[in-house]
Nanobody, 126 residues
Framework: QVQLVESGGGLVQAGGSLRISCAAS????????MGWFRQAPGKEREFVAA????????YYADSVKGRFTISRDNAKNTVYLQMNSLEPTDTAVYRC???????????????????WGQGTQVTVSS
């Protein structure tokens, strides 16, 4: 089992920045990829970004490319999402997720992740 705990959400004005974190514990050695997803009220959960534990390859949704940066600290078992130039449309609950091994689906697919955190609220005011 892998436990994921997000932190760092909050309220920020449009154009501002925020960094959210996801600390993993448990059988983290079995995790292969970490991802961030978000869900706004009345909308489907959508992919934001993903990073591979080994090699560090990253993936981004088109809507955040150039504004968000995902990174990992293997020693701390923590993944970060640096969010810059935030827009009101970025308002959502952000949840991190971890695979249970080498992904069998693209890292952009929510169905490839076995473990999920509870989420942290990010609100961007206009």
């Amino acid at each position: 089992q892998v436990q994921l705990v997000e932190s760092g959400g909050g309220l920020v004005q449009a154009g501002g920045s925020l960094r959210i974190s996801c600390a993993a514990s448990g059988r983290t050695f079995s995790s292969y990829a970490m991802g961030w997803f978000r869900q706004a009220p009345g909308k489907e959960r959508e992919f934001v970004a993903a990073v591979m534990w080994s090699g560090g390859s990253t993936y981004y949704a088109d809507s955040v490319k150039g504004r968000f940066t995902i990174s990992r600290d293997n020693a701390k078992n923590t993944v970060y999402l640096q969010m810059n130039s935030l827009e009101p449309t970025d308002t959502a609950v952000y949840r991190c997720a971890a695979t249970s091994g080498p992904p069998v689906l693209p890292p952009t697919s929510r169905w490839g992740y076995a473990y999920w955190g509870q989420g942290t609220q990010v609100t961007v005011s206009s």
